[in-house]
C-alpha cells in the first residue's frame, strides 16, 4: 500500500487506533497527512472513510481487523453499501487471529458482507495475490472488501497482473474431484491433492479468488463432470463459502454431486499457534484426507 501511495497522490489510508497492528504504520510514517487515524471508533472510522471516497478524488482504504468490523456493521451497510461508495476495506485478521485470542478471530464476516448490495469480497492465497488485489481493487468502483491473515507470506517471483473482477484461477487439473480452497487454505489444498495423487485421485484445486462475485462459469465447468466437490476455508463453517457453494450447486441442480465442506466448527475457537489450531479442528492435509478416503474414486 506504501508503494501505490508513493506512485498515486490520491490514494489516503483510515484506521481506527491500529496503524501497527494492520502494517500501515510505515505508510503514516511516510505520509502522515494522507493516514487518519481516528481513534477507537471502528464504525466511525468505515462511515468516514465511506463519506471521503465519495468525492470521487480519493482512492481511500480502511483498514480494520474481522473482529473489530464485526462493531461496524451498521456502518458497512448504511455509509459505504446504500452510497455504492468505493472504499477497500482491508479486513485484518480474516481467519484464525493467533496469538491474539478468542475475541479476536476472524471467523464470522463472510456472511454479512456477503448480504450486503453492491460488496465485493475477495481473498488473496498469498502476498502477491494481495498486492495484485489492492492495486486492482480501485478500479471496480464498488466497496470491496479484502480479507487476510496474520500470516508469514510467500513473494512470487511474478510481475504483478491485475485481477479481473469475479474471476477466479485453477490452480491444479484434475478429473473427479474438485477442491474450492480459498485464500491461503491452497496450500493445504495442494498438499492434500499430493496425498490424493497416491491413491489415484486426481483432483482439480480452485482458488476463488472472488467469494462475491463468485466465478460461477468456471465452477460449472469444472463441476460438470466431477463426483464430488470439497470446500476448504478457515472460517465457521456457517455461513462461509462452504455454504455458498452449496446454494449454487443446488441452483445449478447439479444433483450429481456429493458435496463436502470443511471449515471451523460451530464454537468458539481457542487460542493457538496457526498449525496447532489446524490439527485441532482437522483442518490441516493428514485430518482432511483421512476424512476424505471413503468418497475416494479412483481415476
Known amino acids: 500500500l506504501t508503494k501505490l501511495a508513493e506512485e498515486d497522490p490520491a490514494i489516503v489510508a483510515v484506521t481506527p487506533a491500529m496503524p501497527v497492528g494492520s502494517c500501515i504504520d510505515s505508510f503514516m510514517k511516510k505520509m502522515p497527512g494522507r493516514c487518519i487515524d481516528v481513534g477507537i471508533a471502528e464504525g466511525h472510522s468505515l462511515s468516514y472513510a465511506g463519506g471521503i471516497a465519495l468525492n470521487g478524488k480519493l482512492k481511500v482504504v480502511a483498514s480494520i481487523y474481522s473482529s473489530f468490523m464485526q462493531r461496524a456493521l451498521d456502518n458497512i451497510y448504511h455509509d459505504i453499501c446504500i452510497q455504492n461508495s468505493p472504499v477497500v476495506i482491508a479486513v485484518d485478521r480474516a481467519g484464525l487471529a493467533t496469538g491474539d485470542g478468542v475475541s479476536a478471530q476472524g471467523l464470522y464476516d463472510i456472511p454479512y458482507l456477503n448480504a450486503m448490495p453492491n460488496m465485493v469480497i475477495c481473498q488473496p492465497r498469498n502476498g502477491h495475490v494481495l498486492k495484485e488485489l489492492v492495486s486492482s481493487a480501485f478500479d471496480y468502483k464498488k466497496p470491496t472488501a479484502i480479507r487476510y491473515p496474520n500470516l508469514p507470506t510467500i513473494e512470487e517471483d511474478l510481475p504483478l497482473q491485475k485481477r479481473l473482477l469475479g474471476k477466479g484461477e485453477v490452480l491444479a487439473e484434475g478429473k473427479e474431484m474438485v477442491i474450492v480452497a480459498l485464500g491461503h ?100 492435509a493428514d485430518a482432511l484426507f483421512k476424512k476424505l478416503q471413503h468418497c475416494m474414486v479412483p481415476a
Request: glycine residues 8%; hydrophobic residues 45%; aromatic residues 8%.
Open 185 to 284: 487454505m491452497s496450500a493445504v489444498a495442494m498438499e492434500l491433492r499430493a496425498l490424493l495423487a497416491k491413491e489415484g485421485i486426481e483432483a482439480t484445486i480452485i482458488d476463488p479468488v472472488f467469494i462475491k462475485p463468485l466465478d460461477e462459469a468456471l465452477l460449472k465447468e469444472h463441476f460438470q463432470s466431477a463426483h464430488c466437490v470439497v470446500t476448504l476455508e478457515e472460517h465457521s463453517i456457517q455461513g462461509g463459502l462452504g455454504s455458498i457453494i452449496n446454494s449454487f450447486i443446488v441452483r445449478e441442480r447439479m444433483a450429481h454431486l456429493t458435496t463436502y465442506n470443511f471449515g471451523l466448527p460451530d464454537e468458539l475457537i481457542e487460542h493457538g499457534s496457526h498449525s496447532f489450531l489446524l490439527k485441532k479442528y482437522g483442518l490441516d
